[in-house]
């Protein structure tokens, strides 16, 4: 006959879909009876409305039936009270019963990339959204924060709708192809303008990196609005160990503008990883390269960086235009997964399979070494 403590364990196997974690570790498992070849099992939602509640309904009773002996499942639905959800965020957060930013804490190994851009149409978010769902599909935990509050297109890129589950002050970020996303676009009405003055927006980005439940990520994208203005230098200020990612395209007017972009980390600091060219070419049926928009910004601005910086800072790869790429932006699934064996696609994995695979920097850990006195 089936028990309560083999049912309980099959259940550990169940993961929730927003937080990844098995649902007897965070609380949501109220009860287990058995009663002949039925289990009966108690579930506590995180919340009234939880968008997930039949999936995780099926997948209960999916781990019940296979211990040996089971023969009906009754799922008897409950919700978390206060005091449950106030121990579940303090879990989630690490013990810590208020918001803080988890990317600044001791010990944290998050690679933090934002990539940036001095003027807008070069293909910033397309390449965001195609570098996170490439690095998800190659098995890391990725995040994606869209910091361009005024033209945030993340959501569409993605190809997420609806808006993140709230656990009183916590937000459960959805997540599409395996990446956890966040943009205020999943705040506001369609077609409705985001009007905000600086301070705001500081508090904004502050806010999506604190009461977001982002988990252990091995890596977080921002995607930067362009230019070098407040939202830079709020994620400068609350992630300074964050390292830029600057795109542009071929022409030349395109790259001076993108060289001050990757220039703001002699103000604040940071390490500029390498330089992006999208639109570098578009190829010909006949194998010719048309560069529609001239050729070697990327190059000029990499060496014009590296040059300001007094460090190497290398051209990560050229992008070719590719009409498959716009499609599956529009569609809500990037290329990278959509036609992997596009040229635009291959050179995008590429350049993730470069950035997911560096070392998180020592800025802001802990080195193990305790002072001692003479």
């Known amino acids: 006959m089936p028990t309560a403590e083999l049912i309980r364990d099959a259940l550990a196997t169940v993961i929730d ?6 649902i007897t570790e965070i609380g949501m498992v109220r009860s287990v009876d058995v009663d002949g070849e039925t289990a009966i099992i108690g579930i506590d939602l995180t ?21 040996e002996g089971v023969g009906n499942v009754r799922i008897e639905l409950g919700v978390m009270s206060e005091e449950q ?27 933090i990339y ?19 769902a490439s690095m998800a599909a190659d ?50 009405p369609e077609g409705q303008p985001v009007v905000w003055r600086g301070p705001m927006l500081h508090r904004a980005i502050e806010q999506f990196l604190a009461d977001v439940f982002w988990g252990d990520l091995d890596v977080l994208l921002l995607d930067l609005p362009p230019g070098t203005g407040d939202v830079a230098i709020t994620v400068a200020q609350l992630l300074p160990h ?11 007017a395109a790259a001076g503008v993108a060289e001050r972009a990757g220039a703001i980390a002699t103000q604040t600091s940071q390490n500029v990883v390498g330089v992006v060219e999208n639109m570098s070419w ?70 993730a399979r470069t950035l997911g695979t560096r070392q998180r920097g020592l800025a802001g850990r802990s080195l193990g070494v305790t002072p001692v006195g003479r």
């Open 17 to 22: 879909p927003e937080i990844r974690r098995p």
């Open 47 to 67: 919340t009234q409305g939880c968008p997930m509640k039949e999936r995780i309904t099926t997948d209960v009773e999916a781990a019940a039936r296979r211990v």
């Open 85 to 111: 959800r106030l121990g579940l965020r303090s879990k989630l957060r690490g013990g810590k019963p208020d918001p803080v930013i988890p990317f600044t804490q001791p010990g944290n190994l998050t690679r």
């Open 114 to 132: 934002a990539i940036a851009s001095g003027k807008g149409g070069v293909g910033k978010s397309t390449v965001t959204a195609n570098l996170a």
């Open 139 to 188: 098995g890391l935990k990725v995040g994606v924060l869209d910091a361009d509050i005024f033209g945030f297109s993340i959501p569409g890129m993605l190809g997420v709708t609806g808006q993140p589950t709230r656990i009183d002050d916590m937000l459960l970020p959805p997540i599409a192809h395996e990446v956890k996303a966040v943009s205020i676009g999943m705040f506001v």
């Open 242 to 252: 964050a390292e830029i990612v600057v795109v542009t395209t071929p022409q030349s």
């Open 282 to 351: 578009l190829e010909q049926p006949g194998g010719e390269r048309l560069h529609l928009f001239g050729e070697g910004g990327g190059r000029q601005v990499a060496d014009r960086l590296g040059a300001t910086l007094g460090t190497d800072v290398p051209l990560l790869g050229q992008i070719p235009l590719d009409i498959i790429a716009r499609e599956a932006g529009d569609a809500g699934t990037p290329v990278v997964l959509s036609h992997p064996d596009s040229p635009a696609a291959a050179e995008l994995r590429r350049i």
